[in-house]
């Protein structure tokens, strides 16, 4: 089976090489978690492999995504030029500030269900609370399901980012049962500091590990512990 590294390399170890390739993988976080963090990472992994990428943002401009990038990853700013980015922020910036203006450069439902059909390696949704607010709960299910179709022709791995909490729990599970994987990121005080903990929730064609991971957000990254079990 094919897989996709997903940059960070005790995670992948733990999943036997990365995500299965022709899947969709939710990662739902506590907000601060940094699930954006690992979605550098992830097409950081494709620039070095040469891989086709696209990144959907909704809450940055594309240049605020490569300065973060550049910030945590020191990634070539002239690599980043393989990246295709879709953004939507950007063209609200500047603009009255409505998320109407977005209608003036097409719909944003289906540019992301176009854009993810072409022939791309890796796919970042960041974030799919953009299109719950703004469409019903059909709509969104139904982009995720045809992510899904085209990430199976094209044997590519799309990242879902999702934050926790924002909708209703029967909306929640609902995504969570569509997806194809869910890597869920959460946070906890203990006494004087803030622990980040990852946990595998569900991957198809995948031993799921059983262990909750520690990991701590650096100046060059996710930094994940390698085989320790949180209790």
């Known amino acids: 089976m094919k897989r996709v590294p ?20 939710l990662m739902i976080e506590d907000p601060g978690a940094g699930a954006e963090v690992f979605s550098y990472h992830f097409i950081h992994e494709g620039i070095k492999n040469g891989d086709r990428s696209l990144y959907v943002s909704t809450n940055d401009t594309a ?26 922020m950007g063209a609200r910036v500047g603009s009255i500030g409505l998320r109407e203006s977005l209608t003036l450069s097409g719909d944003p439902y289906n540019r992301v269900i176009t854009e993810c059909a072409k022939d791309y390696r890796r796919a970042v949704i960041n974030n799919l609370g953009y299109f719950a607010e703004d469409y019903d709960r059909k709509t969104v299910l139904n982009m995720l399901e045809s992510m899904a179709i085209s990430a199976r022709k094209n044997e590519s791995v799309i990242v879902v980012l999702f934050t ?24 906890r005080e203990a006494e004087t500091e803030i622990q980040r903990r990852l946990k595998v929730i ?8 059983k262990s909750i991971f520690r990991y701590d957000i650096t100046d060059r990254g996710i930094r994940m512990e390698s085989v320790t079990r949180v209790l």
């Open 164 to 187: 926790k909490g924002m909708f209703e729990p029967s909306f929640e599970t609902a995504v969570k049962q569509v997806v194809d994987g869910i890597i869920e990121l959460s946070i």
């Open 6 to 25: 997903s940059g960070i390399l005790n995670l992948d170890s733990q999943l036997g090489g990365g995500f299965p390739a022709g899947s969709v993988v």
């Open 202 to 209: 569900k991957l198809k064609r995948t031993l799921v590990p």
């Open 63 to 88: 240049e605020e995504i490569k300065e973060s990038m550049i910030l945590y990853l020191k990634i070539n700013e002239n690599d980043l030029e393989n990246v295709r980015f879709l953004d939507f």
